[in-house]
């Protein structure tokens, strides 16, 4: 019996501690050495298991339509998904291969019984995790409405964050003064993140300064001496790109903002930073618009933004290296680490770009790239409400376990087994899932409402050809 074993830990931390994948894995070979069989790959992921699409269970499903494999082994059954229909298609794209999924710890057997009860077992863990959800999200709410922030993620530069409340790091507050200070005073955006780059200033969340990270900054109603919370959420959803004929797993984060009557403010102490200046910073950055780059005395084309890396998507910068006979002129990847990082030439990518737009505006091009994109968008929205309820139970329950999970960590630090500093750190990357997960929730969308915004998108999008002249 060729046997393929599967683990999942729900964190890249959890994953990098090995501790969790490395248990699944001497449990799942000790029973194929029970059961003689024979080991032919062992597959892992360190994501969320709400998700079908992931690196490790794609390479393995994979080998299965491959027909090398008899068995597909994991511990427990909520290390395959966490969803009930999520393994009811894994179970019957499998077997169409003759392959069997178990976990070790399903209910039954192979008969129609047995299936039934596999299945019941995830519909009550997931009811279970959705009473623990509820009791979640009345017990965050209230926290706010006592004057509480329910939990941060990373605190915003300059703050620090302890049971429920911000308080202000001197040392990094400074900085932000400054950064409001400048921008106030007319420095732009470009010229206060080269001066951060060049003292070597800690951004809010451990990476580089961007003009992004800064209107964010400014924009922070926190530095105005409240923290709203329910102003926002996020939507955190995983997506794949084929690049260079190889599957690259990312995600993609939207911001939805909710009416202002529902946000509840809580009070934070006071930055330091005087209104009027807040106010003068945010004035000379709020109306901001896009020009191209005039470096050399050139137009470029594709610079601030609108030109993106194919690979990694970050914006393209202007390049104009010197030799001893020529200037040349190229766009760049600003990501420095990018595996695919080119020189493109200026003349030639701005032609070929050109081309292209002007090809997709000719009316038949044109009407065939708008039906082609509309349609999809509205097959995406039917496969993403095929079932709300599950949705919304699917995202419930995960919650409610992240919650568990909180409480555990709770009672280890109570217990004395994690030190304070250690504490915080898992407390707050926990309440930092949890608060993307509510996100989520809040953007599942009423279909028919979905389907009026897509069809007018595509109203004004045909519309946009309409008495032009294209000869």
Known sequence: MRAALYCRVSTEEQGNRGYSLRQQLEALREYCQQNEYEIVGEFEDRVSGAYLNRPGLDTLRDLVADGHVDIVLAQDAD???RDP?????????????????VALDDWGDDSHEGELLKYMKGWVSKGERLKIAERTRRGRLRKAQEGKIPGSGVPPLGFRYEDGHYFVVEEKMFLVRDIFQRVADGQSLNEVVKHLQRIGAPT?????????????????????????????????????????????????????????EEWIPISVPDSGIPSETIQRARQRIEGNTWTPSNNNGLTWELSGGVGLCGYCGSRLRTRSPNNSTRKYFY???????????????????????????????????????VDKTINQKIADLKRRHRSPA???????????????????????????????????????AIQDQIMVLQQELSKLEDVNTGMTRIEFLRYLLMSMTRGVDHT
């Open 79 to 81: 290390r395959i998904t």
């Open 85 to 101: 229909i999520h393994r009811a298609i894994l179970d019957d794209e499998f077997g169409r291969y003759e392959t069997r999924l």
């Open 204 to 260: 809010p969340g451990g990476g580089k300064w961007h003009r992004t990270t800064l209107r964010t900054l400014i924009f922070n109603d926190t530095y105005d001496g409240v923290y709203y919370y329910g102003r926002s959420r996020k939507r955190r959803t995983p997506v794949v790109k084929m690049v260079d004929g190889e599957k690259v797993f990312g995600y993609k984060t939207e911001t939805e903002e909710h009416p202002r």
């Open 331 to 369: 766009y760049t990847c600003l990501n420095e680490s990018c595996s695919f990082n080119k020189h493109y030439r200026k003349q030639d990518l701005e032609r070929k770009v050109g081309e292209l737009l002007a090809d997709t505006l000719r009316p038949d091009t044109w009407t065939e790239f």
């Open 390 to 428: 599950e949705s919304r139970q699917r995202l419930l329950a995960r919650v409610g376990e992240l919650q568990t999970k909180l409480d555990r960590t709770r009672e280890l630090y109570t217990d004395g087994d994690y030190l304070r500093e250690e504490y915080h750190e898992k407390r707050d």
